[in-house]
């Protein structure tokens, strides 16, 4: 296992108020073989104590990986930010769930192409129709649970989508997690998405070179995009 998610792992001890000593307990190593690991000394980590040391911190193996906490409400207000957004002319405010999911994806990475850290912190893995986290769907469904948005299947031609919108109950909710950058950032990637079809920014994001290079199923590294041309980040 590579160390990049080294540097990680004292913030993840520290925000959780753990101390050395109790780490290298919970994993099964002394003190001195954890002060090692947290240093940077014991260059890799293998698999058993990666694992344990997610457990521990109650996070995925993805997220020590990476060294990034997934920030499932922060994701939820992206979605509603979106849904906000012009980015469906054509279907009076409602995008397709697929289209969502990449607009989603594309704000995520451009954000790290700049600044070398995510919007939400999210996991995207590499999937037939394009790159998504294993969650999307779970907060769509919390997201329709909770009243905030809605999900219509509709039939075009011979193809069955789901448009998905926001309710009209949940319009005055403000959004708190997302700063002006960001937020400008999303509207540039939404005004020049909004006249695209789906397949058009599917053929996109299956065109970059995050997707082209992964395997499938696997979590797609952020830092692949900093590879990328500027004109094809979104």
Request: charged share 30%; glycine share 6%.
């Amino acid at each position: 296992m590579t160390n990049k998610y080294i540097e990680q792992i004292k913030e993840f001890r520290i925000k959780r108020g753990l101390s050395q000593e109790q780490v290298a307990q919970a994993i099964g190593v002394s003190r001195p073989t954890y002060t090692a690991i947290e240093s940077g000394k014991k260059q890799e980590l293998d698999l058993g104590e990666a694992v344990k040391l997610s457990n521990f911190f109650g996070i995925s193996l993805g997220e020590l990986v990476s060294g990034t906490i997934e920030n499932i409400e922060k994701y939820k207000q992206m979605i509603l930010s979106y849904l906000r957004m012009n980015i469906s002319s054509t279907r009076g405010g409602k995008v397709t769930k697929t289209k969502l999911a990449k607009l989603l994806y594309l704000a995520d990475f451009a954000w790290f192409y700049d600044h070398l850290e995510s919007m939400s912190g999210m996991q995207y893995k590499r999937f037939q129709y394009g790159p998504v986290p294993d969650t999307f769907f779970r907060v769509l469904d919390e997201l329709v649970s909770d009243g905030k948005i809605e999900i219509q299947p509709v039939t075009e031609g011979e193809k069955n989508i789901l448009l998905i919108s926001e309710s009209e109950s949940n319009k005055n909710e403000k959004i708190t997690t997302i700063s002006a950058d960001e937020k400008m950032l999303m509207e540039k990637i939404a005004e020049k998405w909004k006249d695209k079809n789906t397949q058009e920014i599917v053929n996109f994001t299956h065109n970059q070179l995050p997707y082209t290079i992964c395997r499938d199923n696997e979590v797609i590294p952020y830092e692949l995009i900093t590879q990328e041309d500027a004109d094809k980040v979104y």
